[in-house]
DNA sequence: CAAATAAATGCGACCGTTACCCGTTACCCT
DNA sequence: AGGGTAACGGGTAACGGTCGCATTTATTTG
């Protein structure tokens, strides 16, 4: 106990520092400097002497001083920031696609927000705007076209990714019919020739999954075994779709989906009607997500590079960024097939 | 060089403002109106004639004015952003509960940052001081427990979801004990009696799964027949465990996961040691995720209501933002089974 | 040792808003 | 006619930084 609670010296008149965050001010007078010298080390300078930057530092670390990045941005006039807005979070091919893009985006010393657009037109259109709002130094649109594309673009940066046929941006996609491709290419080797494909949702990803099952069994001379059964990208529209396949005359002997969910639906189809994968009918998906991975189910599946899909679309960013007048470009990454116990020789 | 002057001087002297984005001050000026009846329109306020406020949105509109949320947040000393941090976004577990929270947040007023921790301390850490420097008006954390999680809640309102025992922040959790208690009863109840359980990694939640598990199987005097198997929270470890009991002698008839991804790992197993669901092993989950209710898999598995505790993270952040000295609270959200094809009759 | 040069630091004008205050106008109501 | 009130203009002070430029201090040079 000695006398220093009784002196509430020059402490007691000091502003209110405790109760609101302390600021570059706060921290300049504690350590007997000018708030230029504080934003100097704050920013890594190298023009400020070791003395004074050691002083600085321990006055900030006292204070528990954490620069305040809303006035920085407002001053710089950019936030480092990028807006990520996809339809839906619980797709897990956006999910991995996020951490390709965060992972590359830090390297830029950029940070990713992730909105929601929930596969409502109107919600994708305010979480733009909110973005554009924020400030946001650049946008990544995941399967999701607001009508406000072309004004978001206008005044920032946009990539696209997993669209196409868009003018005025840049866009990283999946080669799709490459994909299908391969898909084919597997059943065919094995033996195949009655294979079918089911069709995702209207969307330009579907058109050239299905274009690219096309172009192959032409390739193969099997034009006349084609079957197009009209689906949806969902487990049920995979069911039902596979069920209609697999009980009408002429039954495929494989089924080449337009993604996972649906391949796994058509797996609960071939269940039910007792029939045997691979050994009486093969399935093959698209994407590759973590479902076609699981031992119960897995599915052979044409494997999206997300991480480097994640990867381009930062640097198709990145560069637009810093020269945003440049040509738009088109970036196509290239899929592979990964195999595994849902496809195999026909017959078994 | 003396013609300067003969220069187009009113055009080169104006500010450019179609470079950059047009301003509050633009808007004011175009309306003909002051900056502050501009700032008025804005936000909404009740005191300004419809023939102004319709001359300033015709004006904002024309110019494609977008109010500066930094500049915004900067003086009113708040960004109404609420910072969320979930360990991975592949979980989902995870994005059904954001959509929960962003749902709740969107009524609010508030929008949420997606931060993905990446399993990895730094990385977590790295992101909560981003959301701090950003300040955001609130923080989230799901199944995360950074270092510096007292240091946060110090600075601003934190809410944790999945965890518990941690003192000074509102938590809000499932009750994984009810859970637990709601897979035994039911297995109980088709007859079961050997009903083993897989542990998850080492966690509030694992252990308080387990414990649940434990005092079930004590309230019905199966005591003696509890087993428990070391695990974590993947598929493979499910796999591996389940391989394990089900090789055993005195092979249970029953086992309870400690979530759906471990389950579906347990259900391959069985597959492998052929074994029949549920005939000769009844299985069940934790979670309910959408992998559960795929046709294909179809397993049993214990509900955590995520878009309530989204919900309830969302009000709990909101009242202690308007009450930041508040005492702490912890909710506890009610699971429910949900019942599908992996558990019946022991014996068939 | 003074002068020249370089390095370190302080000063103050912004950035785009909000939130005041005060003065002015126009209109409405007894 | 007088007084009250709602609508608006114009000004100014924040908010917490950054940055160019002026100023001080330290170091080298002739």
Redesign the interface.
């Known amino acids: 106990m000695s006398g220093d609670e009784s002196a509430p010296r020059s402490d007691a008149m000091a502003p209110r520092q405790s109760a609101s965050?302390p600021t570059i001010r706060n921290v300049a007078e504690r350590a007997g400097v000018s708030k230029s010298l504080v934003s100097l080390v704050m920013r890594g300078s190298p023009h400020v002497s070791e003395r004074r930057r050691q002083a600085v530092l321990k006055a900030a670390r006292e204070l528990?001083y954490?620069?305040?990045?809303?006035?920085r941005?407002?001053v710089e006039?950019r936030?480092r920031l990028i807006g990520a807005l996809v339809a839906?979070?619980?797709n897990?091919f956006f999910?991995?696609f996020?951490?390709g893009l965060?992972e590359s985006l830090h390297g830029e010393g950029l940070?990713?927000?992730?909105?929601?657009g929930?596969w409502d037109p109107l919600f994708e259109a305010e979480a733009v705007?909110?973005f554009?709002?924020?400030?946001v130094d650049g946008l990544v649109l995941l399967s999701v076209v607001p009508d406000s594309l072309q004004?978001a673009a206008?005044?920032v940066p946009v990539v696209l990714v997993g669209e196409r046929d868009v003018e005025g941006v840049d866009i990283v996609v999946d080669d799709d019919e490459l994909g299908a491709s391969l898909a084919v290419d597997h059943l065919v080797a094995h033996g195949h020739r009655r294979i079918a494909h089911i069709e995702g949702a209207p969307s330009a990803t579907a058109r050239y999954r299905r274009a690219g099952y096309e172009a192959a069994m032409a390739r193969h001379g099997l034009s006349d075994q084609v079957v197009v059964e009209p689906g949806d990208f969902t487990?049920d529209g995979g069911?039902r779709a596979a069920r209609a396949l697999l009980t009408r005359g002429e039954r495929p002997t494989a089924i080449f989906a337009p993604n996972d969910l649906v391949a796994?639906?058509a797996?609960?189809a071939t269940?039910e009607l007792g029939l045997r994968v691979p050994q009486d009918v093969s399935i093959i998906g698209y994407d590759n997500t973590?479902?076609a991975?699981?031992?119960?189910?897995s599915l052979t599946s044409v494997d999206q590079p997300r991480r480097d899909m994640g990867r381009v679309a930062a640097s198709l960013l990145c560069s637009r960024i810093e020269d945003p007048s440049r040509e738009v470009r088109q970036e196509l990454v290239l899929p592979h097939l990964v195999v595994r116990a849902t496809t195999g020789p026909v017959g078994g």
């Open positions: 965050k528990g954490r620069p305040n990045a809303v006035a941005s407002l006039g936030t839906d979070l619980h897990p999910a991995e996020l951490d965060q940070r990713m927000l992730v909105g929601s929930r705007e909110a554009l709002e924020m400030r004004e206008s005044s487990e069911y796994t639906g797996l609960s269940d973590h479902l991975a699981i031992r119960h189910i």
